[in-house]
């Protein structure tokens, strides 16, 4: 086990207590899917957001596969059976990105007693009329919070929040910066764990603890040539562990680089503000989500030129899960765009295949060092 | 049912569900007139090459080979229908060569088409109806194209759409394309970012998400003939008329003409009275004691009103000879069902034309439908502001809300058709079907004891996977009956 890793485990643990407590005392603990959600808008209406990816598993993918069909997407399922089964939530917040997420929002409404709220996140962008309506959503949004929460909306609790929030991007981003070196500073497993528990914790829980991360950090002792793998596609979340374990075991290759629903993407773009502090969140939300569902989805694809041309990887990993429409069907665009080496796993959280993945992620390895050898002959 | 033009008379044989070979036949007492007679994009004038009434027969050598296992109505109306249905690709290149503008739409299913309409000589088609294309053609050549760009079997069967604009032989290169996004399928939204990515000439257009105020005021009974009615925040509409703006100026710059709301109105006229029609002869339908008219063809009747086939003038003349059709058979006591036919609501359009078929076959008859084209069926109000009507036509739409919505409109078809039973015809790795199915069933459940059935519509030539499918069928319309007796 990493230390790294162990030492983020121990700070997700007491979070999640301190969280439990919190909503004991009365606070408003705001579930949310999707990082087209705006956290600093959840906390400036004196809800705590927490993104809905952690204590996924596939036993909760079988048990939300009772009450949706098979051939819906594995982290619904997954999100549904952990939610029905036991919810840490006050509320939830859902945008429109995802067909299935926002019907998704329907099923949990019927089964449970989370009050929630599903925004339409437009998916054009480039005109007045889907800026206008995303504005008119998140001002229901806002409504909806305070109501819940008893708190006035105020913007400069959102300008302080967004301060917080950069002071955080930045630290994330540093590393981020650092991981694309060679030998890379921390492995992608480890840089999952670390955004997933920078979300979790918040800017000033999580900067607290900035010195011994770094501290971990330069003490790590590292391989030498690891190979060098982008990750791109679906959510990974803590159900994913095994896969980010077998692309990285024996520390044969690193995960330099990152395209998903929860990666390096997510901390992308701190916010240019100081005037008019609310119009610019709505702009910056608006204009840089990386996400496929955007019609048409271009800044997916420079996103991930700029990613792709930094991290100069060796191989992209493309991992969709079942029935992840948005993911799913891009791998073949994703293949065409970028001349490297490119692995497609479609899979789902049960733990069945692991053996046939880690024959396809070795096979895979093993094809890259001979065009690598080929390559220095030549 | 008797036909009349001029002094010649064409009389429908007694109402019955006949095959291919037996239409064939038919065809042969069929006066040349009428033939000559039936034509579409009539303002072009009598050419040798606008003429749609055949036989199955013509189709079926023209490469729809399925057709030879589908039993037909046996009235020279909706012969018109079939022949009108399955001539639209021909019909597609004839308005390009006669330099007509030609727009696909897609994703909004209906919503749109009278706002193309509007502008002269402009035609809308739907490039998502061609899902039904590879059960026709008992091929998968539109798929495997579509698995060549990228979408495979994981997706629903509307990325045979996708195939098709890549092929471009099914209809010609349209001057443009408009995609509806937003409240949309996600399978639907992948085949739309493929064919962008084809470099086609597109419009984003964005469907907001319809969400439930929570009070339903068009009660059944104090609205009896709305059977569509949804209801949205009021926010929504002036968001979608902003998005009908931002078409108009695209419109514009293709068609080269101005838009001219007077022309609209007229549109929206001639629109209602197709829908109109529609509306009546489903009513007669459902409610007629022996079903007048098979469901195969009550579904070609409904999807109608999406684009009217590209030729709205000739598809309300066809409606109207339905309805005339129906109505007779009513009048004089004759349908193609027994008395004590299963009446079912079927849910989702299934892509497999032969599962209506079915019903029939099994002793059912179709006394309602949610074919996720609400918004399409529903007449549109007559604001001075016709943009204003189309908006509030769009916010109906079945699939852009909650379930519990579009569950709503088939609780009221239970409550007026008096439904026996509920067949849901899922598509496979559809975004909505996974997620709305069990939801139905549940809502439904909470109002009527009435059984459901649900299935995967197969793949085309899955033939053992079809079989089982029959069986299910045989055993829900016998457990129906079985209901009924006791």
């Known amino acids: 086990m990493s230390k790294l890793i ?117 998916r054009t962008h480039d005109k007045n009329s889907t800026l206008n309506l995303y504005r008119d959503e998140i001002f229901l949004l806002i409504e909806k919070l305070t109501a819940r929460s008893k708190t006035e909306y105020r913007n400069e609790q959102l ?66 040539e690891p190979l060098r793998i982008f990750l791109a596609g679906s959510i990974i979340c803590t159900a994913d562990d095994h896969l980010l374990n077998i692309i990285e075991e024996q520390s044969r290759a690193v995960i330099v680089g990152d395209n998903t629903c929860t990666g390096s993407g ?8 100081k005037q008019n502090i609310f119009e610019n969140l709505l702009k910056n939300q608006f204009d840089n989500a990386q996400c496929p569902n955007k019609m048409p989805n271009d800044s997916l694809y420079e996103f991930t030129d700029k990613q792709i041309e930094k991290t100069k990887p060796d191989g992209i990993i493309y991992r969709s899960l079942k029935f992840c429409h948005p993911w799913n069907f891009e791998a073949k665009a994703f293949k065409n765009r970028y001349n490297i080496p490119f692995l497609h796993i479609d899979t789902d959280y049960s733990k069945a295949n692991i053996g046939q993945i880690k024959t396809r992620v070795h096979a895979f390895y093993e094809m890259i060092i001979a065009r690598k050898s080929e390559d220095r002959i030549k | 049912m008797k036909t009349e033009l001029n002094d010649i008379v064409y009389k429908d044989p007694f109402p019955a569900r006949i095959g ?65 249905m399955m001539n639209e690709s021909e019909r597609l290149f004839r308005a390009k060569q006669s330099g007509m503008k030609i727009i696909a739409n897609m994703g909004d299913l209906g919503a749109i088409p009278p706002l193309i309409f509007s502008f002269k000589d402009t035609i809308p088609f739907y490039p998502d109806c061609y899902w039904w294309t590879p059960f026709l053609n008992e091929s998968t050549v539109l798929f495997e194209e579509a698995e060549r760009l990228g979408i495979g079997e994981d997706c629903c069967f509307v990325r045979a759409a996708l195939g098709a604009y890549s092929k471009l032989a099914y209809f010609p290169e349209p001057d443009l394309g408009i995609v509806a996004t937003g409240a949309s399928c996600n399978d639907m939204n992948s085949v739309m970012q493929s064919i962008n990515r084809l470099d086609f000439n597109m419009h984003w257009f964005e469907i907001p998400h319809r969400r439930d105020p929570g009070i339903y005021d068009s009660d059944l009974k104090n609205n009896e003939r709305d059977l569509h009615r949804m209801d949205y925040q009021p926010h929504l509409k002036t968001f979608v008329i902003e998005e009908m703006h931002n078409l108009i100026s695209r419109l514009e710059e293709v068609t080269g003409q101005k838009y001219e709301p007077d022309a609209l109105v007229g549109t929206i006229k001639k629109i209602n009275k197709l829908r109109g029609l529609v509306y009546e002869i489903r009513d007669i339908a459902f409610s007629a004691v022996l079903c007048p008219i098979p469901a195969l063809e009550l579904m070609n009747l409904e999807f109608i009103t999406l684009s009217a086939y590209s030729d709205l003038d000739e598809a309300i003349d066809i409606a109207q000879h339905l309805k005339d ?14 008395n004590d036919a299963a009446r079912v609501i079927w849910i989702t359009p299934p892509a497999d034309p032969i599962l209506l078929n ?21 007449l549109l109000d007559s604001n001075p502001d016709p943009l204003v009507s189309l908006s509030d036509g769009l916010l109906n739409a079945s699939l852009i809300g909650t379930t519990r919505s579009r569950t709503k409109l088939i609780l009221r078809q ?69 209901k009924k007796r006791s």
């Open chain 2, 20 to 84: 291919c070979t037996e239409w064939h036949n038919l065809f042969g007492n069929i006066p040349d007139e009428f033939i000559d007679h039936y034509r579409y994009y009539r303002h072009c004038g009598k050419n040798e090459w606008n003429t749609y009434l055949y036989p199955p027969t013509t189709f079926l050598i023209y490469g729809s080979r399925y057709l030879r296992k589908l039993k037909f109505d046996n009235s020279l109306a909706s012969l018109r229908l079939w022949g009108f």
């Open chain 1, 159 to 224: 300008l302080e929040r967004v301060e917080e929030w950069n002071k955080l991007r930045s630290f994330v981003n540093e590393i981020q910066r650092q991981r694309i070196d060679q030998p890379p500073v921390v492995t992608g497993r480890e840089f999952f764990y670390l955004l997933s528990t920078a979300y979790f914790l918040g800017p000033e829980s999580f900067l607290k603890v900035s010195d011994e991360i770094m501290e971990f950090i330069k003490t790590k002792e590292t391989s030498r």
């Open chain 1, 266 to 273: 997510w901390m992308n773009n701190p916010l240019q503000y």
């Open chain 2, 358 to 378: 079915y019903l029939e076959d099994l002793g059912g008859r179709l006394v309602g439908t949610e074919f996720v084209i609400n918004q399409s069926l529903r």
């Open chain 2, 414 to 482: 239970i409550e007026k058709y008096d439904a026996e039973g509920i067949i849901i015809s899922n598509i496979f790795a559809s975004s909505h079907c996974s997620f709305e199915t069990t939801l139905i069933k549940e809502f439904i459940r909470e109002n009527y004891n009435i059984p459901i059935l649900s299935f995967d519509v197969v793949a085309p030539g899955k033939k053992i996977q079809q079989s089982q499918i029959l069986n299910r069928m045989t055993a829900f319309i016998e457990t129906i009956k079985e």
């Open chain 2, 325 to 338: 059709t129906v109505r007779e058979r009513v009048k004089n006591g004759k349908g193609i069902s027994d």
């Open chain 1, 6 to 122: 162990d030492f983020l485990s121990k700070l997700n643990k007491n979070r999640r207590n301190e969280l439990r407590a919190l909503k004991n005392t009365g606070r408003i603990i705001t579930g949310y899917f999707c990082h087209y959600v705006p956290v600093e808008i959840i906390e400036a209406c004196g809800c705590i957001p927490v993104r809905i990816k952690d204590n996924l598993n596939d036993k909760y993918e079988t048990a939300g596969r009772k009450h949706i069909q098979r051939d819906s997407c594995s982290f619904c399922k997954a999100a549904l059976g952990s939610l029905v089964d036991n919810s840490e939530f006050t509320n939830l917040v859902y945008g429109t990105t995802c067909d299935q997420l926002r019907r998704l929002n329907e099923h949990i409404s019927e089964k449970t007693d989370i009050d929630s709220f599903l925004f339409h996140a437009p």
